[in-house]
């Protein structure tokens, strides 16, 4: 080999180290040009990291415009609810007068001293808890509550006075209204939910029955409740037909997507062996949802004791009727003490519906209402620690 040959062959081989140096030169920011393809991958392989990029980039963008819109509609929003006209005043100052109103603060005198220590006035609210009978009623209750009972006493309890909810006074009314009207619309919500599923009923009649729940969804409670007044007159029998009617349409719709999650291969099984439509309804589909349908109903629950309380604001009766009454007074304190009433009725609802759907999942420990309420520092306590 000549002299001119190794000179050019050692020229290419400096060229070649001085672009291979200058490739994996780091950029600026610590990484590396990821916009070339690797030398050393095949073809397919880059191919498929330019498209990994791509899609990278195509889901940047659509996250970027989620947000640019979601921003412009609250904005739209926020206009159109005057929340920038000038006509919406934010009185700060009226607010915390109003609130202390809300929350009456006693003062606890520190003996020897001219000063006291500040508290929520928690004794008001009882007092007027236990003066308007919201969780009791002592007339119903010494029924059943006296020594030595009397068995003519427990038989008017039960069958002359029906106090099983009259005894928790206004707190039973509320409750009586959402436990009724769940009863009362449950079996019109399954027979409207196989009527509306496409499986049961063909197309286009099942939209009939779809039509109808949507109809009754779409209408409040509340307005519902203002429609029966003319049936029933102005009361809690109303609000209970209100409650009633509005289970049919929201529990209809949630049994309605339930049937028409189904698997299929249980339901041909059934009409293969020579099944009639009713027992393929019976014992091939809602054999499957049963203990979905029990929890979405007591979930219907749940809601329904809240609607007893909007209802109640019109006028029939319950917690709802006392807060339309105590505001309507401007007496806010006590109708703070009655939210509060509310709250716990609520809690009580929930956490019983809670224990019932845990029960019917197998996949969960089993803990009674007394290990929840008891067990609950542990677990909160385990939950920081964690």
């Known amino acids: 080999m000549t002299d001119s040959q190794e000179s050019r062959r050692s020229g290419t081989a400096t060229e070649a180290e001085t672009q291979s140096e200058t490739e994996s030169e780091p950029l600026p920011d610590g990484g590396v040009d990821k916009s070339k393809p690797l030398e050393s991958a095949s073809a397919g392989v880059n191919e498929q990291f330019e498209n990994i990029r791509k899609t990278r980039r195509q889901r940047a963008i659509g996250w970027v415009v989620l947000t640019v819109s979601i921003v412009f509609v ?8 005057e929340f920038f006209s000038d006509r919406t005043r934010f009185t700060w100052s009226h607010f915390a007068e109003r609130m202390g109103d809300y929350f009456p603060i006693t003062t606890n005198e520190i003996p020897g001293l001219d000063a006291g220590i500040p508290f929520l006035d928690v004794g008001a609210y009882w007092e007027f808890i236990v003066s308007n009978e919201l969780i009791y009623d002592p007339e119903v209750g010494r029924l059943i509550f006296q020594f030595p009972p009397y068995l003519g006493d427990y038989y008017a309890f039960f069958f002359e006075e029906l106090g099983m909810f009259t005894i928790f006074g206004e707190a039973g009314t509320t409750l009586a209204m959402g436990v009724v009207g769940t009863i009362l619309g449950f079996p019109l919500a399954l027979l409207f939910s196989v009527l509306a599923s496409e499986r049961v009923t063909p197309f286009p009649i099942n939209l009939i029955f779809r039509a109808i729940m949507s109809f009754i969804r ?3 409670a509340i307005v519902w409740a203002l429609i029966f007044v003319a049936l029933v007159g102005l009361g809690a029998a109303a609000a209970t037909l209100a409650i009633a009617l509005n289970t049919i349409g929201n529990l209809g719709r949630l049994f309605v997507e339930e049937l028409e999650e189904l698997e299929q291969g249980p339901i041909e099984a059934m009409r293969t062996t020579g099944a009639s439509k009713p027992q393929v309804v019976f014992f091939g589909m809602l054999s499957q949802v049963r203990t979905s349908f029990i929890a979405w109903t007591l979930y219907i629950l749940e809601i329904n004791v809240r609607s007893a309380v909007t209802v109640g604001v019109i006028g029939a009766g319950g917690l709802g009727a006392v807060v339309a009454t105590q505001e309507s007074r401007l007496m806010f304190g006590n109708m703070m003490a009655t939210l509060f009433v509310i709250f716990v009725l609520v809690f009580i609802v929930e956490l019983f519906s809670q224990r019932l ?11 009674s209402i007394r290990e ?3 067990g609950f520092p542990n677990r909160m306590a385990d939950s920081l620690l964690r």
């Open 74 to 81: 609250t904005i739209q929003g926020l206009v159109a609810t």
């Open 372 to 374: 929840l309420i008891t």
């Open 357 to 367: 759907r845990a029960r019917l999942r197998s996949d969960q420990e089993k803990q």
């Open 218 to 220: 779409s209408i409040p």
